[in-house]
């Protein structure tokens, strides 16, 4: 097989796992490769989480790869959305890339914004509502439960 028809099989195969991904289908097409993602082709419009308000644009990156046990995340929290007040069940790290928020941690409350990293404990209570006209941005990292495999 050509470079040429090998690369395009591979795109279309992304592609077909992204967009079964976002509809919310099992996608069993698992990758065990080192690769690349571009946050743009993940992008998937949902509400806040853990009941919170608003909008939300999610980046699930590596959703794909085989027997990895971390989800990282990229989460654009837009003009008053939030992240629901909820109990870890798990350690989870959250990361401000850009934007203002209130972060309610532990009963406390305090702003955070850019280059602020945040550690929440399993049985720790926490939140996050955005502040201002610009997006609050942020990574999220946590171990699964177990890898997504099929």
């Known amino acids: 097989m050509s470079d040429h028809l090998r690369h395009t099989a591979i795109l279309t195969t992304l592609v077909l796992c992204s967009s079964a991904a976002r509809a919310g289908e099992p996608v ?15 992008a998937v419009a949902q509400p806040g989480p853990h ?9 699930p990156f590596f959703e794909q790869a085989a027997g990895f046990d971390l989800v990282f995340r990229q989460r654009a929290l837009h003009r008053g959305a939030s992240i629901g007040e909820h109990r870890n069940d798990k350690d989870e790290i959250y990361y401000v ?32 509502k955005q502040l201002g006209d610009e997006d609050l941005v942020i990574v999220v990292v946590y171990r699964r439960a177990q890898p997504a495999d099929c």
């Open 28 to 42: 069993c097409s698992k990758r065990s490769d080192s690769y690349v993602e571009q946050a743009r082709e993940l």
């Open 51 to 59: 009941e919170g308000a608003g909008t939300t644009t999610a980046y």
């Open 97 to 128: 890339l850009s934007g203002r928020g209130e972060l309610m941690l532990d009963d406390a409350r305090r702003e955070v914004g850019p280059g602020d990293a945040v550690l929440t404990r399993k049985g720790s209570t926490h939140g996050l």
